[in-house]
């Protein structure tokens, strides 16, 4: 191996991949401040494609500084309590010395992140620190995050495919955004668009040409080819490529539900998105019997998830929803719950919750939105760490207007007076400004009459003889809603 080679440990996605950081420095426990990684040339996140992306931090640094200083590594959620990241990451680490933290906005500084213990480590086996030929490892959490996206290793089949040459592949991390030091580092992910080198540039020291920019291949001296891969993107003419700081973080092939994770940022030459070499990657699918002994899922079994839960009632506040989900009637029975709700812009929010055996139903609610906007909100079940599909999705409005009132009861009496019962008086979580029957008849005055808190409504001095249309009008300061018309003729 090249003595300018640097494992990736504390590095972000840049635009082009390897950032400059020496074996003993992986290996040693973080500081009071570390170093947090990025990438370089990339595009800023967060991403509904990485949504699994966790961030590893120092435990007694989170505590004092938060996550923005703590963060040394990324790794990727491959079931609610399982994390695979790079084994340099974690050498020489105890379980109880890192904390793992998800973030749904991909801030590392947000108040959206959810951050838990860990429970134990493993590493390969056979991790060399030197060469860092499987560098590779599993996290156990202490804590699970139903709900969180995960995303499955390739198996070799799969990886075939999908890490073939030129093949479309991604990456994303907190690493750092420059080529060389002095590092700068983005509070938000970024992610980079890279392709899949072959074996003759990665391992058989050929050069390789992306988008018209000619890269240095690696020979057989640097690159073990069954246990690494080599990947690197162009945009706008400069490298794209993963840096100081996204070390352990995922690199995905595939698209929608066939995405997979087909390697783990491992090390690149000493600067950052450079020409004279690609990112390296552990290949994921040479370590399947690793995997599957630490209890990673390698390939889903067909059948063996749950069925998606329907979106059975709902209610919201003027920056909450409040979602309540019903288990479907068939299928294994949900441990929890996951309810997102995605807005005009791809921002995803969630809430999760356990599912109790009965009733088959369960209700939480997403903070933090924003009054009257439009979300998409779907549920997924999850059982056994494998989530259902998504719901059928429901467009809800925080607050926003109030709910449409319904006439359930008109009646006229004697003496141009009419009798009204209104149900559904509900303002959506804003305070009523207006609350009134109204009813009209064409060349005579509109007559109306407030809605008492039971719901009762006496509309007078209407003309005898005349039919009139009466609606109830509620309103609040996002705007009215209005009841079906109803026909009466005043007596």
């Known amino acids: ?14 635009a082009s991949v390897a950032l400059p950081i020496t074996a003993a420095q992986a290996q040693a426990p973080a500081s009071s401040s570390p170093a947090r990684p990025e990438v370089v040339n990339g595009i800023s996140g967060p991403s509904a494609d990485f949504g699994f992306l966790v961030a590893l931090g120092d435990r007694s640094v989170e505590r004092k500084y ?19 990241t790079a084994a340099h990451c974690v050498l020489g680490r105890t379980a109880k010395e890192i904390v793992i933290a998800s973030f749904s906005d991909g801030d590392l500084g947000s108040e959206s992140g959810v951050i838990v213990r860990v429970d134990s480590i493993t590493i390969h086996p056979r991790f060399n620190p030197d060469s860092l030929s499987n560098d590779i490892a599993v996290i156990r959490l202490s804590t699970k995050l139903p709900g969180t996206p995960t995303v499955a290793p390739a198996n070799a089949a799969e990886a075939e495919v999908l890490t073939a040459p030129r093949a479309p592949v991604s990456v994303a991390g907190w690493g750092a955004t420059t080529h060389r030091e002095p590092w700068r580092y983005p509070p938000t992910y970024r992610v980079g668009s890279l392709v899949a080198f072959p074996e003759s540039a990665c391992g058989g020291g050929e050069d390789f040409t992306v988008d018209g920019v000619h890269f240095r291949g690696y020979d057989s001296r640097d690159i073990r ?7 690197e993107g162009v945009r706008g003419g400069e490298p794209v490529d993963a840096c100081v700081g996204d070390s352990g973080g995922p690199l995905i092939g595939g698209e929608g539900p066939a995405r997979r994770l087909v390697g783990v940022v491992s090390w690149g030459l000493n600067t950052c998105a450079t020409t004279k070499g690609a990112g390296v990657y552990s290949r994921v699918s ?25 979106i059975s009632r ?22 929890s719950y ?35 906007a439009p979300y998409s909100v779907t549920a997924v079940a999850i059982a056994a760490d494998m989530p259902s599909a998504p719901s059928v999705a429901r467009t809800i409005r925080p607050a926003g207007l109030p709910a449409r009132p319904k006439i359930t009861f008109a009646q006229a009496k004697n003496g141009g007076v009419a009798g009204f019962i209104v149900e559904r008086i509900n303002g959506n979580g804003s305070p009523l400004t207006l609350r009134e029957v ?42 009215k809603s209005i009841s079906s018309r109803v026909s009466l003729r005043a007596r």
Do not use: H
């Open 1 to 14: 191996m090249s003595s300018l080679f640097r494992p990736l440990l504390g590095l972000v996605l840049a």
């Open 66 to 84: 938060g996550m923005e200083r703590a963060q040394f590594c990324g790794g990727a959620l491959t079931t609610s309590s399982l994390v695979i």
């Open 225 to 231: 080819p069954k246990v690494m891969l080599c990947a």
């Open 286 to 310: 040479a370590f399947s019997e690793f995997l599957a002994g630490a209890g990673v899922p390698i390939t889903p079994t067909p059948g063996n998830e749950p069925l998606p839960p329907t």
């Open 314 to 335: 709902w209610s919201t506040t003027t920056t909450s929803i409040s979602v309540t989900v019903t288990a479907a009637t068939r299928g294994p029975q949900p441990d």
């Open 338 to 372: 996951a309810v997102s709700a995605t807005d005009a812009q791809g921002m995803v929010s969630t809430c999760q919750m356990p599912a109790p055996e009965r009733p088959r139903t369960a209700t939480c609610r997403i903070d933090g939105l924003a009054a009257g």
């Open 438 to 479: 109204r009813c009209r008849a064409d060349g005579f005055r509109t007559r109306t009459a407030p809605i008492e808190k039971d719901g009762i409504a006496l509309v007078s001095r209407l003309t005898r003889g005349v039919t009139y249309s009466c609606v109830a009008v509620v309103a609040n300061e996002y705007g």
